[in-house]
């Protein structure tokens, strides 16, 4: 059974950092890919960064490009999405995600599964 468990959410101030975390289980990181979402209060849920199981390629939403980075520790089993110069607008409940990568090293897919999720919350 694929699980995802998020941590490392919290308040920050505008200009800082946080790094979120993703321990999974249940599948093998080589055959899928990894990503993280987010969701804002009224508004549609949004890919923020994947990461392939394949070749470790990675893809980002266009305002997180350059502040956000995604990576793996494959020992731990556990995905990480570090989090700088944050902003207002990215306060939102950031969800860890998980899919078979079928072979494919392009990692925005459509994701089966997701965490809970974290509460980012940027203070202006």
């Known amino acids: 059974e694929v699980q995802l468990v998020e941590s490392g959410g919290g308040v920050v101030q505008t200009g800082g950092s946080l790094r979120l975390s993703c321990a999974a289980s249940g599948f093998t990181f080589d055959d899928y890919h990894l990503g993280w979402f987010r969701q804002a209060p009224g508004q549609k849920r949004e890919g923020v960064s994947c990461i392939s199981g394949g070749d470790g390629s990675t893809n980002y939403l266009y305002s997180v490009k350059g502040r956000f980075t995604i990576s793996i520790d494959s020992a731990k089993n556990t995905v990480y999405l570090q989090m700088n110069s944050l902003r207002p607008e990215d306060t939102a409940v950031y969800f860890c995600?998980?899919?078979?990568?079928?072979?494919?090293?392009?990692?925005?897919?459509?994701?089966?599964?997701y965490g809970q999720g974290t509460q980012v919350t940027v203070s202006s």
């Open positions: 995600a998980a899919a078979p990568s079928g072979g494919s090293n392009w990692c925005w897919i459509e994701f089966d599964y």
